[in-house]
């Protein structure tokens, strides 16, 4: 599940006034049972001015390390859809469960700085905020006002059909200032997330 902040100033969104996005891109691909990844092919880009976003869904709750994606482009023309574990793994006769994950691409024109990065989140490193848990990471210095921030992520969650397949699925992403940027977690959370964070700065 994609999560993504964008603040309004003035009646724009992050800064950007009309004619700030390019291009967009999106489709529907299906990823079988027996795949960690699908490469998609996508119209030429900039990846430096992209963000890239992911929403997965199937019938079947064998948890979400199946049913979780990093969406993320590898090249100019290629978007990658990827997960911790696959089907098969569980039982190579699984090949009625594909999962379907929407996927969009925006391109932007007036863009002055793109970060992305991973982490991989253990949930007894978290920190307590009281109504949440958080990690921190550290990015170079944006001007807050002028960003969108978004998250995808891959999960080792593998029970299903209980509370822990919800609670894995609760993240979030906050741009807390100009050198911090904030993934919030469940504190029911038992697994490690991987998570995929992307900050795109506007001039």
Not at 20 to 34: A, E, H
Not at 71 to 80: G, I, K, Q, V
Not at 184 to 190: A, D, E, G, K, T
Request: glycine content about 6%.
């Amino acid at each position: 599940m994609p999560i993504i902040d964008i603040r309004t100033h003035g009646g724009k969104y992050a800064g950007i006034g009309a004619g700030g996005i390019k291009s967009i891109q999106r489709g529907l691909s299906i990823v079988s049972y027996d795949k960690y990844t699908l490469d998609v092919t996508i119209s030429n880009v900039d990846p430096n001015k992209c963000l890239v976003f992911a929403w997965c869904v199937t019938d079947y709750s064998y948890g979400q390390r199946y049913n979780a994606f990093q969406a993320y482009l590898t090249s100019a023309t290629n978007l990658r859809l990827d997960r911790h574990s696959r089907p098969y793994d569980q039982n190579t006769s699984y090949s009625w469960y594909n999962v379907a994950v929407s996927w969009i691409v925006i391109e932007f024109t007036n863009v002055k700085s793109k970060q992305e990065g991973t982490v991989s989140i253990v949930p007894s490193a978290i920190s307590d905020a009281g109504d949440y848990h958080y990690w921190n990471v550290s990015i170079s210095s944006v001007n807050p006002s002028k960003c969108i921030v978004a998250l995808t992520y891959k999960s080792t969650e593998q029970m299903g059909n209980d509370a822990s397949t919800y609670w894995s699925a609760m993240n979030g992403i906050y741009l807390l200032n100009n050198t911090t940027l904030q993934i919030l977690v469940s504190s029911s959370q038992n697994y490690t997330q991987h998570y995929r964070w992307q900050v795109l700065e506007f001039n």
